[in-house]
């Protein structure tokens, strides 16, 4: 059963960047059919962040493009965003997720309660 960890995460000022990790386990790790997502205190719903298809072609949300980067390490596993030039609004907790399904559908589509998601990492920007 596929896992996911993130690290990363922390306190940075405006205009900052970090790096966020999710170490994936259990299958073969792929880029394809995976993303980052974001969700702010008492808010229902995740927003996504980036998301790679079944083909691990990345679609970035308009918020982000041109400030955030995804990336992968296939030696170690591991998933990256790369979050440059970060404003106070990029504050919440953020979430790396896999979506099985994708591979037949061809994109992402989650809910908190579908696919395979991370426990998070908080990112807080200060002004």
């Known amino acids: 059963q596929v896992q996911l960890v993130e690290s990363g995460g922390g306190l940075v000022q405006s205009g900052g960047s970090l790096r966020l990790s999710c170490a994936v386990s259990?299958?073969?790790?792929?880029?394809?059919?995976m993303g980052w997502f974001r969700q702010a205190p008492g808010r229902k719903e995740r927003e996504g962040v980036v998301?790679?298809?079944?083909?691990?072609?990345?679609s970035y949300a308009d918020f982000v493009k041109g400030r955030f980067t995804i990336s992968q390490d296939n030696a170690k596993n591991t998933l990256y965003l790369q979050m440059n030039s970060l404003k106070p609004e990029d504050t919440d907790m953020y979430y790396c997720?896999?979506?099985?399904?994708?591979?037949?559908?061809?994109?992402?589509?989650?809910?908190?309660?579908?696919?395979?998601w991370g426990r998070g990492t908080q990112v807080t920007v200060s002004s």
């Open positions: 259990g299958s073969t790790f792929s880029s394809s059919c």
């Open positions: 998301v790679t298809d079944n083909t691990g072609r990345a």
């Open positions: 997720a896999h979506d099985p399904a994708c591979a037949s559908r061809g994109r992402v589509v989650l809910t908190t309660t579908t696919g395979v």
